[in-house]
């Protein structure tokens, strides 16, 4: 079994920064791209940044210049960065990976989520 665990999740002032975390454990071989998404209360789930694991990354264009996406490869934990917080960030994020599994002599891939962690931007 491969979870995710989030972690960082919080209140934020308008303007502050937050950074969330993601840790990936059990039988893991290799992990390829890693994510962030985030659902707003009534709203659907979206893509909030990748990276994959030659460190390329995008981000949506409302997070661009503000959340910064990072991942240490050693310990399979993939950060978010936020900054410059405004109201509309709010929701629930979720970390997702792709990841490479032994199964008997066979490498196969898995998308895993985590349970969500709670952001509140507000005053």
């Known amino acids: 079994q491969v979870q995710l665990v989030e972690s960082g999740g919080g209140l934020v002032q308008p303007g502050g920064s937050l950074r969330l975390s993601c840790a990936a454990s059990?039988?893991?071989?290799?992990?390829?791209?890693m994510g962030w998404y985030r659902q707003a209360p009534g709203k659907e789930r979206e893509l909030v940044a990748a990276i994959s694991n030659g460190g390329n990354t995008n981000y949506r264009d409302s997070v661009k210049g503000r959340f910064t996406i990072s991942r240490d490869n050693a310990k399979n934990t993939v950060f978010l960065q936020m900054d410059r917080s405004k109201p509309e960030d709010t929701a629930v994020y979720y970390c997702?990976?792709?990841?490479?599994?032994?199964?008997?002599?066979?490498?196969?891939?898995?998308?895993?989520w985590g349970r969500g962690t709670l952001v509140t931007v507000s005053s």
């Open positions: 059990g039988s893991i071989f290799r992990i390829n791209r």
């Open positions: 997702n990976a792709l990841v490479g599994l032994l199964v008997g002599q066979r490498l196969e891939y898995r998308v895993v």
